[in-house]
C-alpha cells in the first residue's frame, strides 16, 4: 500500500481498528477512495451502502482477499498489512462472508478447521478426532441439527450460512466483520445471541447489512459509504430511516414497492402441474397464467427448493404431469426446460448462477451468442448490440459489461443473471429468493424488472423469504409445509400473518408447529 496520502497520520488512540484513507480500483472503476474509519473496543458499527458503494471491497480488504491501492489499516495500534485471510486471522480478524467461503465438497467439520485441519501419523486428516472437536464448538454456538461430518453441499443455504459465521467464530477474534449474516437464516435471534456473546468476550464487530430493523437493534453507529466514498458516520438513533436511505442512494426514499393492476391473460395457463411427487414433493399441483406472479412462501427446507429444481429437470419426479399452454411438457432437463421457455433464477448466484472466469457480456449472452458469431468467431460488437437492451430492463449499467463479473457487487450479479434468463426468450421465470442479500435500490430495479415481464405476458413463479414482496407483488401465493401446498391466500387475502400461519403448520396439512418464518 502507497504511504503517500497526506492525510495517513497514524492510528487514532484507543481504536482496535482504525482505516485511513483507503482506495482500491479494478482498471477504471474506483471501488473506493479516501475511506476513513474507526472501531472501538467493544464496538457495533454498521456499515450501509447501496450494492457497489464498496462495502464487499472494504471487507475483502480488512480479511485480507484484497489489497488496497491507497491508504494505511491499523490493528489495535500496529500496522495491518494482511496478504491473505490466514494473515488477518493472525492478527485477530475473522469474517463471515455474505458469498460462502465454504468448500462444498468437505465436511462441515474439516471446513471448520481449515485450512490447517488436524492430522495424524500418516500425514492424513485425523478425521475422528476433527469431527468430535467440530461438535464441540457447533454445540458451543448452540447448533445440533448439523452433523459434523456431512458434506457442506448436502446442506440447506441457512445450515451453510450458520457453519460459515461460526468458523469465523469460534476462535473468539478480537475483530469480527459479518457481511450480510441474516440474508439467509432462518432463525435471527440465534444470530443475535452469537453477536451479543462475541461482544461479551470484548470482540468489536463491522455489522454490514441492509435491513435497517438489524442495524437499529444491534448497531450503536454506522458508517455509509456511496460511489466508493464514506459520506455519513453517526449514531443510528439520530438518523431516521429516510436519513439513511438518502445518504445511502442520494435521493429520497421512495416506496419500495409501486402498485400495478395485476396482468393476467386469458387462456390456457403457462405452466401446469398436476400432482408433481418426487424427492421432497408431495402430490403438488398448481397453475400458472400468462402475466400472473404467483408467490411461493415456506419455512427453512420444506420443500420449495426441490420443487423448483424438479420444475426444470434438475431432480427427476416420480409421477405427475407439466403442460405448456395445454400441451404436455417433459422436462427433463434445463436445456429441455429451456426450450420450452421456463428459465430458472437459482438461490446461490455465486456457484449456481454466475460464470466467475467470465465478463459480465459474456455471462449475459450465452443464450443467445451464436447470433454474435460469424464463421466461428464472435463479433464483441454484435455481442453488445444483442445484451445493451436487456441490461436496460434489469437497470445493469453498460460499464458493468467490460467488468469481470466476479468484481461487481451482488446485487449487479444478480441484476446480470435474470438478464441471462430475459435473454434466453424465457416465457416463465422461477425466480428463488432473487432479491437474497441485495439492496433497497437493487430490490426496486429487480421489483420493475418482475413487473415488466409479467406485464409483457410472461409468467413468474416467486419464492421469496421476504413476506412484504409476496404480499405486495403477487397475485396469490402458494405456502409449502412439509413438501406439500398447505394453502393457497387470494391476492386480496394476502397478508404476512395469514402467510405465516400457513407456513408454520396452522392449515389443512400442518400439524400446528410453531416455526419462524425464514428470513
Same mark, same amino acid.
Given at each position: 500500500?502507497?504511504?503517500?496520502?497526506?492525510?495517513?497520520?497514524?492510528?487514532?488512540?484507543?481504536?482496535?481498528?482504525?482505516?485511513?484513507?483507503?482506495?482500491?480500483?479494478?482498471?477504471?472503476?474506483?471501488?473506493?477512495?479516501?475511506?476513513?474509519?474507526?472501531?472501538?473496543?467493544?464496538?457495533?458499527?454498521?456499515?450501509?451502502?447501496?450494492?457497489?458503494?464498496?462495502?464487499?471491497?472494504?471487507?475483502?480488504?480488512?480479511?485480507?482477499?484484497?489489497?488496497?491501492?491507497?491508504?494505511?489499516?491499523?490493528?489495535? #495500534?500496529?500496522?495491518?498489512?494482511?496478504?491473505?485471510?490466514?494473515?488477518?486471522?493472525?492478527?485477530?480478524?475473522?469474517?463471515?462472508?455474505?458469498? +460462502?467461503?465454504? $468448500?462444498?465438497?468437505?465436511?462441515?467439520?474439516?471446513?471448520?478447521?481449515?485450512?490447517?485441519?488436524?492430522?495424524?501419523?500418516?500425514?492424513?486428516?485425523?478425521?475422528?478426532?476433527?469431527?468430535?472437536?467440530?461438535?464441540?464448538?457447533?454445540?458451543?454456538?448452540?447448533?445440533?441439527?448439523?452433523?459434523?461430518?456431512?458434506?457442506?453441499?448436502?446442506? @440447506? +443455504?441457512?445450515?451453510?450460512?450458520?457453519?460459515?459465521?461460526?468458523?469465523?467464530?469460534?476462535?473468539?477474534?478480537?475483530?469480527?466483520?459479518?457481511?450480510?449474516?441474516?440474508?439467509?437464516?432462518?432463525?435471527?435471534?440465534?444470530?443475535?445471541?452469537?453477536?451479543?456473546?462475541? $461482544?461479551?468476550?470484548?470482540?468489536?464487530?463491522?455489522?454490514?447489512?441492509?435491513?435497517?430493523?438489524?442495524?437499529?437493534?444491534?448497531?450503536?453507529?454506522?458508517?455509509?459509504?456511496?460511489?466508493?466514498?464514506?459520506?455519513?458516520?453517526?449514531?443510528?438513533?439520530?438518523?431516521?430511516?429516510?436519513?439513511?436511505?438518502? @445518504?445511502?442512494?442520494?435521493?429520497?426514499?421512495?416506496?419500495?414497492?409501486?402498485?400495478?393492476?395485476?396482468?393476467?391473460?386469458?387462456?390456457?395457463?403457462?405452466?401446469?402441474?398436476?400432482?408433481?411427487?418426487?424427492?421432497?414433493?408431495?402430490?403438488?399441483?398448481?397453475?400458472?397464467?400468462?402475466?400472473?406472479?404467483?408467490?411461493?412462501?415456506?419455512?427453512?427446507?420444506?420443500?420449495?427448493?426441490?420443487?423448483?429444481?424438479?420444475?426444470?429437470?434438475?431432480?427427476?419426479?416420480?409421477?405427475?404431469?407439466?403442460?405448456?399452454?395445454?400441451k404436455p411438457a417433459a422436462l427433463r432437463s434445463p436445456r429441455a426446460a429451456r426450450r420450452h421457455g421456463v428459465v430458472l433464477v437459482p438461490e446461490e448466484r455465486k456457484t449456481e448462477g454466475i460464470f466467475k472466469d467470465l465478463t459480465t457480456v459474456a455471462n449475459i449472452s450465452l443464450p443467445v451468442i451464436a447470433r454474435a458469431a460469424r464463421l466461428r468467431l464472435i463479433s464483441r460488437r454484435a455481442e453488445r448490440r444483442l445484451v445493451e437492451p436487456i441490461t436496460e430492463a434489469v437497470d445493469l449499467?453498460?460499464?458493468?459489461?467490460?467488468?469481470?463479473?466476479?468484481?461487481? @457487487?451482488?446485487?449487479?450479479?444478480?441484476?446480470?443473471?435474470?438478464?441471462?434468463?430475459?435473454?434466453?426468450?424465457?416465457?416463465?421465470?422461477?425466480?428463488?429468493?432473487?432479491?437474497?442479500?441485495?439492496?433497497? #435500490?437493487?430490490?426496486?430495479?429487480?421489483?420493475?424488472?418482475?413487473?415488466?415481464?409479467?406485464?409483457?405476458?410472461?409468467?413468474?413463479?416467486?419464492?421469496?423469504?421476504?413476506?412484504?414482496?409476496?404480499?405486495?407483488?403477487?397475485?396469490?401465493?402458494?405456502?409449502?409445509?412439509?413438501?406439500?401446498?398447505?394453502?393457497? $391466500?387470494?391476492?386480496?387475502?394476502?397478508?404476512?400473518?395469514?402467510?405465516?400461519?400457513?407456513?408454520?403448520?396452522?392449515?389443512?396439512?400442518?400439524?400446528?408447529?410453531?416455526?419462524? +418464518?425464514?428470513?
Open positions: 500500500m502507497s504511504d503517500s496520502v497526506p492525510s495517513v497520520v497514524g492510528p487514532s488512540a484507543g481504536s482496535v481498528l482504525d482505516l485511513r484513507a483507503i482506495g482500491k480500483r479494478y482498471g477504471a472503476t474506483v471501488a473506493l477512495q479516501d475511506v476513513s474509519l474507526t472501531l472501538l473496543p467493544g464496538e457495533i458499527c454498521g456499515l450501509l451502502g447501496e450494492n457497489g458503494a464498496g462495502k464487499s471491497t472494504l471487507v475483502k480488504a480488512l480479511s485480507g482477499v484484497v489489497t488496497p491501492d491507497t491508504g494505511e489499516m491499523y490493528v489495535g #495500534g500496529a500496522p495491518y498489512r494482511p496478504r491473505n485471510v490466514l494473515d488477518a486471522r493472525a492478527f485477530g480478524v475473522a469474517t463471515a462472508f455474505q458469498e +460462502l467461503s465454504l $468448500v462444498p465438497t468437505l465436511s462441515v467439520a474439516v471446513n471448520l478447521f481449515l485450512p490447517q485441519p488436524g492430522i495424524n501419523r500418516l500425514h492424513m486428516i485425523a478425521r475422528r478426532r476433527v469431527e468430535q472437536e467440530a461438535k464441540a464448538i457447533l454445540g458451543a454456538h448452540g447448533i445440533r441439527d448439523i452433523p459434523p461430518a456431512t458434506l457442506v453441499g448436502d446442506l @440447506s +443455504l441457512g445450515m451453510r450460512q450458520r457453519v460459515e459465521i461460526v468458523r469465523a467464530l469460534w476462535r473468539q477474534p478480537r475483530i469480527l466483520l459479518l457481511d450480510e449474516p441474516t440474508a439467509a437464516l432462518a432463525d435471527r435471534d440465534w444470530l443475535f445471541a452469537q453477536v451479543a456473546a462475541a $461482544v461479551g468476550w470484548g470482540a468489536s464487530v463491522l455489522y454490514i447489512s441492509h435491513k435497517l430493523d438489524e442495524v437499529r437493534r444491534l448497531c450503536g453507529r454506522c458508517v455509509i459509504l456511496r460511489n466508493g466514498r464514506k459520506v455519513r458516520d453517526a449514531a443510528v438513533a439520530a438518523m431516521s430511516d429516510d436519513d439513511i436511505f438518502s @445518504s445511502m442512494a442520494g435521493r429520497s426514499v421512495v416506496e419500495t414497492f409501486v402498485a400495478v393492476p395485476p396482468a393476467i391473460r386469458p387462456g390456457p395457463p403457462m405452466l401446469r402441474a398436476t400432482g408433481l411427487r418426487g424427492p421432497g414433493v408431495d402430490d403438488v399441483s398448481f397453475s400458472l397464467a400468462p402475466g400472473e406472479i404467483l408467490g411461493v412462501a415456506g419455512l427453512e427446507g420444506q420443500g420449495q427448493a426441490r420443487l423448483f429444481q424438479s420444475l426444470i429437470g434438475l431432480h427427476p419426479l416420480q409421477s405427475g404431469r407439466i403442460e405448456m399452454r395445454g449499467s453498460p460499464r458493468t459489461l467490460k467488468l469481470p463479473i466476479a468484481a461487481l @457487487s451482488g446485487g449487479n450479479q444478480q441484476k446480470a443473471v435474470l438478464a441471462r434468463a430475459l435473454a434466453s426468450g424465457a416465457r416463465c421465470l422461477l425466480l428463488f429468493d432473487p432479491t437474497r442479500g441485495v439492496d433497497v #435500490g437493487a430490490k426496486q430495479s429487480i421489483y420493475r424488472m418482475i413487473q415488466g415481464f409479467a406485464a409483457a405476458g410472461g409468467a413468474v413463479l416467486f419464492y421469496s423469504t421476504e413476506l412484504d414482496e409476496l404480499v405486495h407483488l403477487c397475485d396469490r401465493c402458494l405456502v409449502i409445509y412439509r413438501n406439500r401446498i398447505a394453502g393457497e $391466500v387470494p391476492r386480496e387475502a394476502l397478508s404476512q400473518e395469514h402467510i405465516l400461519a400457513l407456513a408454520s403448520g396452522a392449515g389443512p396439512s400442518g400439524q400446528g408447529a410453531a416455526m419462524e +418464518l425464514a428470513g
